[in-house]
């Protein structure tokens, strides 16, 4: 009987060490993905955010809101990276902030 306790014990004691380091690799793979969800979310926010600055210093400079992406990337320097992102540009009228969506390109 004490053979089986005890043997019982040996074989609980094998199975905890693995049981606990496969929940703890579980747990920190949860963080990973998390921080980097939440990345991608403030990049595409901050992207957005530019976009919109970069609008408001062409109406600053020129009178009038960029007419394209294109003008903003030749006259403003600014560079979005269209294989992460997506941007959808829509200016109404030179003198109405133009439409912009930013989406994210899932790969």
Same mark, same amino acid.
């Given at each position: 009987?004490?053979?089986?306790?005890?043997?019982?014990?040996?074989?609980?004691?094998?199975?905890?060490?693995?049981?606990?380091? !496969? %929940?703890?690799?579980?747990?920190?793979? +949860?963080?990973?993905? #998390? =921080?980097?969800?939440?990345?991608?979310?403030?990049? *595409?926010?901050?992207?957005?955010?530019?976009?919109?600055?970069?609008? !408001? %210093?062409?109406?600053?400079?020129?009178? +009038?809101?960029?007419? #394209? =992406?294109?003008?903003?990337?030749?006259?403003?320097? *600014?560079?979005?990276?269209?294989?992460?992102?997506?941007?959808?540009?829509? %200016?109404?009228?030179?003198?109405?902030?133009?439409?912009?969506?930013? =989406?994210?390109?899932?790969?």
């Amino acid at each position: 009987m004490k053979q089986k306790k005890a043997h019982l014990r040996t074989l609980l004691r094998g199975l905890f060490f693995p049981v606990v380091m !496969v %929940a703890v690799l579980l747990c920190f793979a +949860a963080a990973v993905n #998390s =921080l980097s969800e939440g990345r991608s979310e403030e990049d *595409l926010r901050q992207l957005e955010e530019t976009l919109r600055r970069s609008c !408001v %210093a062409c109406y600053a400079a020129e009178g +009038a809101y960029p007419p #394209s =992406l294109e003008y903003l990337k030749e006259h403003y320097g *600014l560079q979005v990276d269209e294989t992460q992102y997506t941007v959808q540009y829509s %200016a109404i009228a030179e003198n109405l902030m133009p439409d912009i969506t930013v =989406l994210e390109n899932h790969q």
